[in-house]
């Protein structure tokens, strides 16, 4: 079990990029699938993007489709979410986590999670 790090949010205008960041500090994400999730005050936690571990296959969720863009960089030990044309709707905190595969469910424990707010 890896402990996830995110890093990257910030405070931008709509319309504005940022690039979130997941790593371990405590090992290698190599074998696993990488979700981000986002959870909006008073809302559950929810998945935007996945991508899988062998093949670097990706999954996004509609709202995001077409905005986001997710990679991994194993030299790196790091997966990121690149958010581009961000609305206000987007606002909310990120959080990564650890599957087998994507259409798998999350196991292990969740970071603290990154910020995101979107002004209009």
């Known amino acids: 079990q890896v402990q996830l790090v995110e890093s990257g949010g910030g405070l931008v205008r709509t319309g504005g990029s940022l690039r979130l960041s997941c790593t371990s500090s405590s090992g290698t994400l190599d074998p696993y699938a990488i979700g981000w999730f986002q959870q909006a005050p008073g809302k559950e936690r929810e998945e935007v993007s996945c991508?899988?571990?062998?093949?670097?296959?990706?999954y996004y969720t509609n709202s995001v489709k077409g905005r986001f863009t997710i990679s991994r960089d194993n030299a790196k030990n790091t997966v990121y979410l690149q958010m581009n044309s961000l609305k206000p709707e987007d606002t909310a905190v990120y959080y990564c986590?650890?599957?087998?595969?994507?259409?798998?469910?999350?196991?292990?424990?969740w970071g603290q999670g990154t910020q995101v707010t979107v002004s209009s």
């Open positions: 986590a650890t599957k087998w595969e994507c259409s798998w469910s999350t196991f292990g424990s």
């Open positions: 991508i899988s571990s062998s093949t670097g296959s990706t």
